[in-house]
Protein backbone atom coordinates (compact mmCIF):
# COMPACT_ATOMS: atom_id res chain seq x y z
CA UNK A 1 0.00 0.00 0.00
CA UNK A 2 3.11 2.31 -0.06
CA UNK A 3 2.09 3.59 -3.63
CA UNK A 4 -0.82 5.00 -2.10
CA UNK A 5 0.79 7.29 0.15
CA UNK A 6 3.47 8.31 -2.13
CA UNK A 7 1.97 10.59 -4.96
CA UNK A 8 4.37 10.23 -7.76
CA UNK A 9 3.30 9.67 -11.66
CA UNK A 10 4.05 5.86 -11.71
CA UNK A 11 1.64 5.24 -8.67
CA UNK A 12 -0.64 8.29 -9.71
CA UNK A 13 -0.81 5.47 -13.01
CA UNK A 14 -1.06 2.33 -10.92
CA UNK A 15 -3.95 3.44 -9.15
CA UNK A 16 -5.82 5.31 -12.05
CA UNK A 17 -5.54 1.47 -13.48
CA UNK A 18 -6.60 -0.45 -10.59
CA UNK A 19 -9.95 2.36 -10.63
CA UNK A 20 -10.29 1.11 -14.35
CA UNK A 21 -10.42 -2.32 -13.53
CA UNK A 22 -12.60 -2.04 -10.62
CA UNK A 23 -15.17 0.16 -12.11
CA UNK A 24 -15.10 -2.20 -15.27
CA UNK A 25 -15.35 -5.25 -12.89
CA UNK A 26 -18.41 -3.81 -11.44
CA UNK A 27 -20.04 -3.03 -14.61
CA UNK A 28 -19.78 -6.38 -15.79
CA UNK A 29 -21.64 -7.47 -13.04
CA UNK A 30 -24.14 -5.23 -13.15
CA UNK A 31 -24.72 -6.38 -16.77
CA UNK A 32 -24.85 -9.87 -15.43
CA UNK A 33 -27.48 -9.32 -12.86
CA UNK A 34 -29.74 -7.26 -15.66
CA UNK A 35 -29.54 -9.53 -17.78
CA UNK A 36 -30.22 -12.71 -15.45
CA UNK A 37 -33.23 -10.50 -13.94
CA UNK A 38 -34.80 -9.66 -17.33
CA UNK A 39 -34.46 -13.17 -18.09
CA UNK A 40 -36.19 -14.45 -14.87
CA UNK A 41 -39.30 -11.96 -16.04
CA UNK A 42 -39.15 -13.29 -19.10
CA UNK A 43 -39.73 -17.06 -17.54
CA UNK A 44 -41.89 -15.55 -15.38
CA UNK A 45 -44.48 -14.26 -18.04
CA UNK A 46 -44.13 -17.91 -20.41
CA UNK A 47 -45.20 -19.66 -17.15
CA UNK A 48 -47.65 -16.98 -16.20
CA UNK A 49 -46.35 -17.11 -12.67
CA UNK A 50 -48.01 -13.31 -12.23
CA UNK A 51 -46.91 -13.24 -8.56
CA UNK A 52 -43.18 -13.57 -9.28
CA UNK A 53 -43.65 -11.21 -12.75
CA UNK A 54 -45.26 -7.99 -11.20
CA UNK A 55 -42.96 -8.54 -7.98
CA UNK A 56 -39.96 -8.90 -10.36
CA UNK A 57 -41.21 -5.62 -12.35
CA UNK A 58 -42.04 -3.57 -9.10
CA UNK A 59 -38.19 -4.70 -7.89
CA UNK A 60 -36.91 -3.44 -10.89
CA UNK A 61 -38.71 -0.15 -11.39
CA UNK A 62 -37.48 0.17 -7.88
CA UNK A 63 -33.55 -0.30 -8.51
CA UNK A 64 -31.39 -1.32 -6.08
CA UNK A 65 -32.54 -1.03 -2.73
CA UNK A 66 -29.86 -1.22 0.50
CA UNK A 67 -30.38 -3.70 3.06
CA UNK A 68 -29.50 -3.37 6.94
CA UNK A 69 -28.86 -6.71 9.10
CA UNK A 70 -29.41 -4.43 12.21
CA UNK A 71 -32.36 -3.61 14.00
CA UNK A 72 -33.04 -1.41 17.10
CA UNK A 73 -33.93 -2.96 20.59
CA UNK A 74 -36.58 -1.93 22.91
CA UNK A 75 -33.82 0.63 24.66
CA UNK A 76 -33.12 2.09 20.95
CA UNK A 77 -29.62 0.56 20.99
CA UNK A 78 -28.63 -1.37 17.85
CA UNK A 79 -28.64 -4.94 17.94
CA UNK A 80 -26.05 -6.92 15.55
CA UNK A 81 -26.36 -10.29 16.48
CA UNK A 82 -28.06 -12.47 14.56
CA UNK A 83 -29.67 -14.73 17.28
CA UNK A 84 -30.61 -11.07 18.97
CA UNK A 85 -32.33 -9.50 15.76
CA UNK A 86 -34.68 -12.68 15.52
CA UNK A 87 -35.48 -12.40 19.31
CA UNK A 88 -36.22 -9.26 19.06
CA UNK A 89 -38.35 -9.41 15.66
CA UNK A 90 -40.47 -12.42 17.91
CA UNK A 91 -40.77 -9.87 20.79
CA UNK A 92 -42.13 -7.13 18.88
CA UNK A 93 -44.72 -9.87 16.70
CA UNK A 94 -45.64 -11.49 20.25
CA UNK A 95 -46.56 -7.91 21.40
CA UNK A 96 -48.03 -7.13 18.53
CA UNK A 97 -50.50 -9.73 17.70
CA UNK A 98 -51.54 -10.71 21.61
CA UNK A 99 -53.98 -8.66 23.22
CA UNK A 100 -52.46 -6.85 26.38
CA UNK A 101 -54.84 -6.29 29.74
CA UNK A 102 -57.26 -8.81 29.38
CA UNK A 103 -57.70 -11.08 32.46
CA UNK A 104 -59.98 -12.82 35.06
CA UNK A 105 -61.96 -13.81 31.51
CA UNK A 106 -64.13 -16.24 32.77
CA UNK A 107 -65.35 -19.15 30.49
CA UNK A 108 -68.94 -20.54 30.59
CA UNK A 109 -69.58 -24.31 30.16
CA UNK A 110 -72.10 -24.92 27.99
CA UNK A 111 -73.69 -28.59 27.92
CA UNK A 112 -76.61 -29.77 25.10
CA UNK A 113 -77.85 -32.61 23.59
CA UNK A 114 -77.13 -32.17 20.13
CA UNK A 115 -74.14 -30.19 18.93
CA UNK A 116 -74.25 -26.63 18.61
CA UNK A 117 -73.15 -26.33 14.84
CA UNK A 118 -73.95 -29.46 12.16
CA UNK A 119 -71.33 -30.79 10.26
CA UNK A 120 -70.48 -29.79 6.93
CA UNK A 121 -71.93 -31.18 3.82
CA UNK A 122 -69.84 -31.12 0.25
CA UNK A 123 -71.78 -28.28 -1.07
CA UNK A 124 -70.53 -25.52 1.64
CA UNK A 125 -66.66 -27.10 0.40
CA UNK A 126 -67.39 -26.14 -2.95
CA UNK A 127 -68.41 -22.58 -1.95
CA UNK A 128 -65.57 -22.53 0.42
CA UNK A 129 -63.60 -23.26 -2.46
CA UNK A 130 -65.27 -21.28 -4.55
CA UNK A 131 -64.45 -18.06 -2.83
CA UNK A 132 -60.49 -19.04 -2.85
CA UNK A 133 -58.61 -16.56 -4.29
CA UNK A 134 -56.08 -17.01 -6.81
CA UNK A 135 -52.41 -15.83 -7.35
CA UNK A 136 -52.36 -14.99 -3.41
CA UNK A 137 -49.11 -16.25 -1.27
CA UNK A 138 -49.71 -20.07 0.28
CA UNK A 139 -49.17 -20.42 3.97
CA UNK A 140 -46.77 -22.52 6.06
CA UNK A 141 -47.89 -25.70 3.72
CA UNK A 142 -47.04 -24.16 0.96
CA UNK A 143 -50.06 -25.11 -0.93
CA UNK A 144 -51.40 -22.52 -3.35
CA UNK A 145 -55.26 -21.63 -3.90
CA UNK A 146 -54.70 -22.77 -7.59
CA UNK A 147 -54.46 -25.93 -6.62
CA UNK A 148 -57.54 -26.88 -4.23
CA UNK A 149 -59.55 -25.01 -7.35
CA UNK A 150 -58.16 -27.34 -9.85
CA UNK A 151 -58.46 -30.48 -7.28
CA UNK A 152 -62.07 -30.89 -8.82
CA UNK A 153 -64.50 -33.36 -6.62
CA UNK A 154 -61.61 -35.60 -5.56
CA UNK A 155 -60.10 -32.72 -3.21
CA UNK A 156 -63.35 -31.54 -2.40
CA UNK A 157 -64.35 -34.64 -0.77
CA UNK A 158 -61.34 -35.20 0.89
CA UNK A 159 -61.17 -31.49 2.31
CA UNK A 160 -64.75 -32.21 3.37
CA UNK A 161 -63.63 -35.41 5.12
CA UNK A 162 -60.52 -34.18 6.64
CA UNK A 163 -62.78 -31.38 8.75
CA UNK A 164 -65.75 -33.24 9.53
CA UNK A 165 -63.18 -35.47 11.27
CA UNK A 166 -61.46 -33.16 13.26
CA UNK A 167 -64.84 -31.22 13.88
CA UNK A 168 -66.22 -34.56 15.57
CA UNK A 169 -62.55 -34.93 17.80
CA UNK A 170 -62.74 -31.29 18.36
CA UNK A 171 -59.09 -31.13 17.87
CA UNK A 172 -57.68 -28.24 16.05
CA UNK A 173 -54.31 -29.54 13.84
CA UNK A 174 -51.14 -28.47 15.99
CA UNK A 175 -49.51 -27.34 12.39
CA UNK A 176 -52.35 -25.62 12.07
CA UNK A 177 -51.83 -23.38 14.81
CA UNK A 178 -48.46 -21.87 12.75
CA UNK A 179 -48.06 -19.59 10.43
CA UNK A 180 -46.00 -17.27 8.63
CA UNK A 181 -45.25 -13.91 9.39
CA UNK A 182 -44.50 -11.01 6.50
CA UNK A 183 -43.63 -7.87 7.86
CA UNK A 184 -45.29 -5.14 6.18
CA UNK A 185 -43.26 -1.98 6.18
CA UNK A 186 -45.13 1.01 7.95
CA UNK A 187 -43.35 4.54 8.04
CA UNK A 188 -40.29 5.58 9.88
CA UNK A 189 -37.00 4.13 10.34
CA UNK A 190 -36.90 0.95 9.48
CA UNK A 191 -34.27 -0.15 11.93
CA UNK A 192 -36.79 0.70 14.30
CA UNK A 193 -39.57 -2.15 14.11
CA UNK A 194 -41.75 0.08 12.31
CA UNK A 195 -44.03 -3.19 10.48
CA UNK A 196 -47.06 -4.77 10.99
CA UNK A 197 -47.50 -7.91 9.95
CA UNK A 198 -49.68 -10.39 8.47
CA UNK A 199 -50.03 -14.00 8.96
CA UNK A 200 -50.04 -16.56 6.25
CA UNK A 201 -52.02 -20.01 8.16
CA UNK A 202 -51.83 -23.28 6.38
CA UNK A 203 -54.78 -22.81 3.73
CA UNK A 204 -57.54 -25.64 5.45
CA UNK A 205 -57.74 -23.09 8.36
CA UNK A 206 -59.25 -21.22 5.31
CA UNK A 207 -62.38 -24.04 5.16
CA UNK A 208 -62.78 -24.58 8.71
CA UNK A 209 -64.13 -21.20 9.89
CA UNK A 210 -65.99 -20.65 6.95
CA UNK A 211 -67.84 -23.76 6.57
CA UNK A 212 -68.81 -24.28 10.61
CA UNK A 213 -68.35 -20.85 12.15
CA UNK A 214 -71.17 -19.69 9.61
CA UNK A 215 -73.33 -22.88 10.25
Not at 123 to 141: C, N, P, Q, R, Y
Request: proline share 3%; glycine share 4%.
Amino acid sequence: MNWLQDSNQRNVDNLNKVRREASRHFENKKEEYLKAKIDELETNSKLKNIIDLYRGISDFKKGYQPRTNVVKDEKGDLVTNSHCILARWRNHFFQLFNVHGVRNVRQTEIHTAEPLVPELNVFEVEMAIEKLKTHKSSGIDQIPDELIKAGGRTICSEIHKHINSIFNKEEFPEDWKESIIVPIYEKGDKIDCNYRGISLLSIHTQFYPTSCCEG
